[in-house]
């Protein structure tokens, strides 16, 4: 069994996947990433999750997702843990993701169900199966049915969980009832799963559900509105959860303004707009073969950020990097 | 504009979609219809939605329809807001229906987007304003992709409210990003919709969130534990909301152990086998082509009803039909 | 049994479902109506469909469909076999639907499997043979997942047709893999099925691979081109067959070139903006909610028109109606 | 421009995505490779199309991949094309996929749209090109929404194609009326494309459409016919090509008698099996986390190699490996 009672306390509250700054050549920008995590870091997160979707993962060449990660430890330095994506197509290339960084200081790998060829049921549950087999690490399961194309099924993911295989479950689903069943029978079994919500814009009434914490995109924006209503809900301040979850979700209409493309190039694309536009990143620059984001839809990402007083509501307008 | 400020607040708190109880015939059985109507109001909800899809709409001849809401308004007397389904495939079809019963006393007409024929954006919002030159009636806007395979758009759903062309939304989308979205904006606008949740296994977050009220099929099973949450929820006692909705959501499993079919079968299925359990319906009887839960699914749905307290521990699983 | 071997035959070579002229204000044109039938059945069609997708079913009110097919009958004066949908959501909707025109001299009726209420294949099934217990016409299936949102299984066909429930499938599901292996396996159980294409733009490849004949809705525009490419496969010239597909494929093109909306207002709007600058139909008028082509979408289709040779290459084009 | 007028004639004909045969431990079997290639090679195929999705590509690690393609390599000797998959999930480890096999012998690349992150048109169209600046090779686009979840746009693939990006398409879409308009645009636009259909039990129609060529996995178990079928069609003898067609089409009726699983295990699963039947293979193993087909499975598939000739009739059936 892989990880112990306090182990698993670890892992709740808010636990960001981090968005990658680049430079204007997309080459990683250490500057802003140090600042980025620090900010993270200082606003009270409770991990860090690196190389997840929004941590651009699948752009990246081995050599870079490696780049990518040894930066960021040094500059966590290990004042949170580090929780890594290894997301690959199938089984033994997610095994040889965790090999590869396997000598890190890491504190929980997390992986999706295999995805591109075509499965069932009976390839999902070996398919973790066999990730345990070649690592010590805590494991997350990721649902990510939008980029997978496989619900993980509840039943599965507690048994895997009872089986001491998986240890947590990173919930992007948008499945808000299968989560809350989820949610219970974790209860009945005793809780051998840590169940981490990545939906964002509802993450209120996940915690008032039972959620273990989030993994929200958006708290890159602004963590510190994710840690405050973590504690809110910890203190059973729900009024103050929901007003909070209120301001996050108007900050989110960020991602649905762009009209340039869609998808990861929208929703990345927009928190990196902000986060250049609030100074965090020097540039909100995007991995082949996706393009910034450029003229109006910054314009509209500034008015939210406005809005939300994210910015000065004088603040001026950046349309070219200065790097 | 069809509806003043006190028709709006007439359509908040719990309003489930009446499930109906058929003869071993298939024929509409008037006790337990009055048995399971009483039942509820008595249990406090705030109002009732017939010939939804839950309520067997689409599996009804306008003949049978028009039966079963005279029956119910009959049995209703009144006591709480009638709303009625006025569900078919294209616009001119939806306005027939409508006009079929334009002479009874009911409180607010439900219509879906139009379905079958593909169509567009364009299509869905002219669809509602055809609907409203044909209709005196306050008028919801069901959101149901599951059943009709668009998803209403927010943006257009509050210029629908602005304009006086629906007065409410019943969103059983399980888009909750969506729905919160729409329930901020609609605030901004001063508050022109009432926004009723279907997604009955996580209604404390939606009323956390800010919806104005239900429509959960399971409010047929346990009515007293919808109405206990709304009324918990007024008073702003979110852990309590929340242990009901613990309670609703396990009692809701009902459905997931179903194996001799899917869909409405199985759902509305296992909703008419429960009521059946507990002596409310005389049969779990079901509409062609669909046939009544047997065997191993009635049992699996008495453990649940069992562990649930909505039937003795040690009660009789029926079967049979006595009638 | 209903149909016996001369009936069989009846249903094969082309059966184009006819698009239905409006005047302005929407109601069925007549004379248009009337030259559009004719015009087909002169072309050589050996049938046609009324009340399918093309033919507007799902926009019509009841009252509407006993119009337009009563028209139709009386236009087509039994000169080639007359196939009817019998188009609506549930079992005992269809039923209705049948039993509303029984007395009307038709030759077949058309149903889709159930929609609306999810369900599985026992279901549709049963449906298929409910509908059978109420009609002695023949029966043909008409498996359209892209409205109802249902593949129909192969292997429930053919037990359909082995059982005398069903005589035929009109398969617009655009799945040629499942109808390849259905031709094969109806020739195995002794041909109780006759088997249509819907599928028009590879009809070419449906004959080669052995169907009994096709539902093109562009056979409304080039009837004649459908019926040679049947009597060039009846000689086995598929260098013709596959050079007057390429000619159809072409013409088809008109459908893609629309902006202004999507599915059906796009699809059978193009086929009625040709029939309309052909001097077939006197509008490109549209049932509500979907609204009639304009402009640039009425000039693009005119090109296609014109580098197809349906229409002279140095034609006006009309952007208002003449009615 | 990459590729000259004698390339292009090279890839036509059929060009089989060759299945890669285990021993029982997972690892290549060099043997039984060799044998499978050259009974292909034999039989007639006029290139290879190794690391496609039918050859394992994303359950190999880069080692692995080297490992078959090198082996392969060997194994052909030049004798027909050979073809590589480069698939990877978004553009820069695409490239260096290409980079790393880029001093081997091989004739193209075939490259899939980005898949895992969302994305839009001018991702997919900026994917395509930046991998052309990166390599010199000829490049197919692989169409395969089944896996990838985004259809290739023809218009764009005949922009790349002018353009010089890419030098052809592997189409297994199944969407054959966008494959016949691509032909069609193709031809007018000069043949900058060789077309290729994946879609392997309507080659048939295809071919008659204007195909240039097919990828049948298929196959891999009758090469022979796969090549008399393509002989049949370029003497114009159709009959014959359907007919070849009618029994490539009952063979691969082996694919859904599986009950085992669904998917890349019940499809390569079948064909792997068959090829072990019939001696070409020494096993059905599969890479993890699939599991080889047993029992019942085993059986049916080889009563479909009976039925059409492909063992004898009297074979005996093998349950377990000699290996």
Redesign the interface.
């Known amino acids: 069994m892989p990880m112990n009672d306090q182990d698993i306390k670890r892992f709740s509250g808010v636990i960001p996947p981090v968005i990658i700054p680049l430079k204007g050549d997309r080459s990683l920008d250490r500057e802003a990433f140090e600042k980025s995590i620090n900010r993270m870091i200082d606003g009270g997160v409770t991990g860090l999750f690196f190389l997840g979707?929004s941590g651009e993962v699948?752009?990246?060449?081995?050599e870079?997702r490696l780049e990518v990660l040894e930066t960021a430890i040094e500059i966590v330095k290990g004042r949170v843990p580090v929780l890594v994506g290894v997301?690959d197509?199938?089984?033994?290339?997610v095994i040889?993701q965790a090999k590869r960084i396997s000598d890190l200081p890491i504190d929980a790998l997390v992986a999706t169900a295999?995805?591109?060829?075509?499965?069932?049921p009976?390839?999902?549950e070996?398919?973790f199966r066999?990730i345990r087999e070649h690592t010590d690490l805590p494991l997350f399961a990721y649902d990510l049915p939008?980029?997978?194309?496989t619900k993980l099924d509840p039943e599965m993911l507690l048994r895997l969980g009872k089986d001491g295989v998986i240890q947590g479950v990173k919930d992007s689903s948008?499945?808000?009832?299968q989560f809350?069943?989820l949610v219970?029978e974790n209860e009945d079994a005793g809780h051998p799963l840590q169940l981490l919500t990545g939906?964002e814009?509802?993450v209120?009434?996940?915690l008032?559900?039972?959620a273990d914490g989030s993994v929200p995109g958006l708290a890159n924006i602004d963590p510190h509105a994710y840690v405050e209503q973590w504690n809110a809900a910890q203190a059973?301040d729900?009024?103050k959860?929901?007003k909070i979850?209120?301001h996050l979700?108007?900050l989110?209409?960020m991602t649905?303004k762009v009209t340039?493309?869609?998808?990861?190039?929208a929703g990345v694309g927009a928190f990196k707009t902000a986060l250049w536009q609030m100074g965090v990143f020097n540039t909100n620059q995007m991995?082949?073969?996706?393009?910034a984001l450029q003229g109006e839809d910054v314009r509209s990402i500034v008015h939210v950020l406005r809005a939300e007083g994210m910015v000065p509501t004088d603040s001026m307008i950046n349309f070219d990097w200065d790097c």
């Open positions: 979707s699948v752009f990246l060449t081995d870079q997301i197509m199938e089984t033994m290339r040889e295999p995805f591109y060829a075509l499965g069932g009976h390839e999902n070996r398919h066999q939008v980029s997978v194309h948008g499945d808000d009832v809350r069943w219970l939906h814009v509802v209120d009434g996940a008032l559900g039972g059973g729900w009024k959860v929901s979850q209120d979700a108007r989110m209409m649905r340039a493309t869609v998808g990861f190039g991995r082949e073969p996706v393009q």
